[in-house]
C-alpha cells in the first residue's frame, strides 16, 4: 500500500475522551476511530491486525476440525427462557431491542442456546456427532465499564466454537486439543510464552472447572496465582485451600499475577442440549444426551492486548505475525532518479511477497520516521540520495536501534517473514 493513497492520519496528541492507553495509541496511529465508549471502528490498517489474529484462529479451528458458519446476531427471546437465561437478573449483560410488534429481541452476546437449538434438524443419531461448528463474529454485551479500549469493548469481535459430542470420553479429547490449538494461537501471536492456562470458575451448574487463557500483563484486570514451575495457574475467584488441594498445587509455590483473559473454554455437559431438545439415538436406539462444550478468543481483546503490551515511548510495536504490514519504506529526497529507485524496490518487494506500505508522501522525512515507529511496521528501510550513491538501503528492525546497510540485491534475504 501507498501512503499516498491511504486516507487515515496520524495524529500527534492523545484523545481526551479515550482513557485506554491501546486505544489512545491505536487512534494515534489511524487504526481505529472511537464511536463511543466501548465501541470503535476499524480503518484500513486496524483492519489489517485484526484479520491477520482471525486467519491465524481460523487456521487453528480448522486444524482441529472446526467447521465455520455464521450465526445470527438477532435473537429470538424463546430459546433463551428455556435456559433461563433471559431475564436481566440473571445475564446483566444483555442488549434487547423490540420488532414493530413489541416483540423483544436480543442481540448476540453469546451463542450456546442459538447453535444448540438450530443443530436439533440435523442431529438425529450417535453418526451426526461429532460436530465442532465455529465463528467470528461481533458480539454485544452491555458492559458496566468499558474503559480498557479494545480489550473491553461493548462491541467486540469474538471467535465461538462449540463442540458436541457423544460421550464424555469424546468430549474430553476434544478439549484437550482445543486447549493445545489455543496455545498455538497464542504461540503464533507472539504472546505464548506469558500466557498460562488457568483453571477458574466452570459456571453454576457444573462441578468442573473452566480454562482459561491469561496472558500476564500489568494492564490485565484479573489476578492469577501462578506455578511458574509446573506452568499452571488459578484465578483469584477460585483460590482457596480446598481447591488448590483439589489441583495439586501448594500455596508456596504460587505468585500473584496481573494477567488478560484472551480465552475461555468450557466443558457445558448436557445442560443446553437437554433444555433444548437436542439429543441422539445410540446403536441401540436408544435416547442419549449429547455433551457440549464452547470454546471462545476475544479476537479483538487480543488487538489491545498485543497493542499496549508490546508498545514504547514512539508507538506501537507489532509481533510480524499481526503486523499490518512487515515492511515500511521511506523515500527520502525527491528527485527523479531516487522516486524511480524507491518505486522499483517496492515493486520488488510486492512481487516477492512482502507486505509494504510505502511512504511516498511529499513530506518531511521526521515525519515519516515517526509514522513508521508510531505505526509499529517491523522492518523499516530508507532509501535516499545517499544510500542510492552507495548501492545500499537503510535497514532497521522496529525493536532494535542497530541500522545496517544492505546491498539491494540481499534485502529480500534480511527479511524474516
Ligand atoms: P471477561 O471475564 O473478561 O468478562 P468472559 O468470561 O465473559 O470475559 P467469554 O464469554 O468466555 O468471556 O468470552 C470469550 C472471550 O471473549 C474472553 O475470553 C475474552 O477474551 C473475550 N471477551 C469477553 N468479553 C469481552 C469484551 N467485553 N470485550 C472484548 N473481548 C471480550
Ligand atoms: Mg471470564
Known sequence: MKLS????KTSKT???DEPSRNAQ????AGFIHKEMAGVYSYHPLGKRVLDNIEQIVREEMNAIGGLEIRMSVLQPKEIWEKTNRWDDAV???????RLKSGHELGVGLTHEEPITASLIPFISSYKDLPAFPYQIQTKFRN??????GLMRGREFLMKDLYSF??????????????AEAYMKVYQRLGIGDFTYRTYADGGYFTQKFSDEFQTLSEIGEDIIYLDEHKKIAVNKEIYRPDILQKLGLKKEDLVEKR???VGNIFPLESKYPDELGLNYLDEQGNKQSVVMGSYGIGISRLMGLIAEHFADSKGLVWPKSVAPALVYLIRIDDEDEIVKQADELYRQLKNEGFDVLYDDRNIRAGEKFADADLMGIPYRIVISKNTVAQG???LKERTSDEVKSVQFTDISNQLAR
Open 91 to 97: 445475564v446483566d449483560n444483555w442488549f434487547k431491542t
Open 392 to 394: 545500499v538501503v537503510e
Open 5 to 8: 493513497e491511504l486516507y487515515t
Open 165 to 178: 459430542c457423544r460421550d464424555q470420553a469424546q468430549h474430553d479429547s476434544f478439549y484437550e486439543k482445543a
Open 14 to 16: 492523545v484523545p481526551a
Open 259 to 261: 494477567a488478560v483473559e
Open 143 to 148: 458492559e458496566l465499564r468499558a474503559r480498557s
Open 25 to 28: 495509541l491505536l487512534i494515534k
